[in-house]
């Protein structure tokens, strides 16, 4: 049944509201991966930046896209729970206790096990100025454990402009996604953030 309630919003809302209210160009979208599972790494200012990035897969593919989210945020209440699992079918990671009854890294491997490919933002929360902001870690944790894994950078291009952090209703606003060609990172922790963020900042001045 949730997998019917996505498909029905984002073809009835999500869909008309890109296209006619945010006017969403994309930029490189044959750069995704044909095969489940790999793991889309972007910039991230707004709300939107989610919707955004769903929007880009077929429609019967919603429920193959995991967009990694914080939660203490969306497991706040029920309600936000159970409006963020079933329009936008988010894998909740607790950032705050993690131990060794319950690993974050654990649900990510549960995920690509299940041939499901992920949304990751990096940064951890939204950046208020539009700049890109330092990147934690967690990501590396994933690439070391599977090296195999298509990591797809990808640039949104003024999100945090129609939809600011604070605000809940939204301006139109032209909007764009720049995506990368497929990353395999390789070396430290360290090096593999920089190959990342250095791809996703090459995308900002890219058509």
């Known amino acids: 049944m949730r997998d019917l309630i996505r498909i029905l919003f984002f073809l009835l809302i999500v ?8 006017g969403l160009r994309v930029y490189g979208k044959n750069n995704i991966p044909k095969r489940h599972p790999f793991v889309v790494v972007a910039n991230h200012s707004s709300h ?24 203490d ?28 009854h319950e690993n974050p890294l654990a649900h990510l491997e549960k995920t690509i096990a299940l041939k499901q490919s992920l949304i990751f933002f990096p940064e951890g929360t939204r950046s208020l100025t539009g700049e890109m902001s330092s990147f934690h870690s967690g990501i590396t944790h994933l ?20 939809l600011p952090k604070g605000e809940f209703v939204p301006i139109p606003f032209f909007c764009e996604i720049k995506i990368g060609e497929t ?25």
Not at 55 to 61: A, G, K, M
Not at 183 to 204: S, T, V, Y
Request: proline share 7%; hydrophobic share 45%; with cysteine.
């Open 48 to 71: 939107l930046d989610t919707v955004s990035l769903l929007y880009l897969f077929p429609l019967r593919e919603l429920k193959n896209i995991r967009p990694v989210a914080a939660a």
């Open 73 to 100: 945020y969306f497991e706040k209440n029920w309600t936000v729970s159970s409006l963020s699992h079933t329009f936008f079918n988010i894998l909740s990671i607790n950032r705050r206790c993690a131990s060794k």
């Open 143 to 162: 690439i070391e454990k599977h090296p195999e894994l298509p990591i797809v950078p990808v640039y949104l291009c003024n999100m945090g402009r129609s």
């Open 15 to 22: 869909r008309p509201f890109m296209v006619l209210f945010i």
């Open 183 to 207: 990353l395999f990172p390789k070396g430290d922790r360290k090096e593999q953030l920089e190959m990342i963020r250095n791809a996703i900042l090459a995308l900002k001045g890219t058509k």
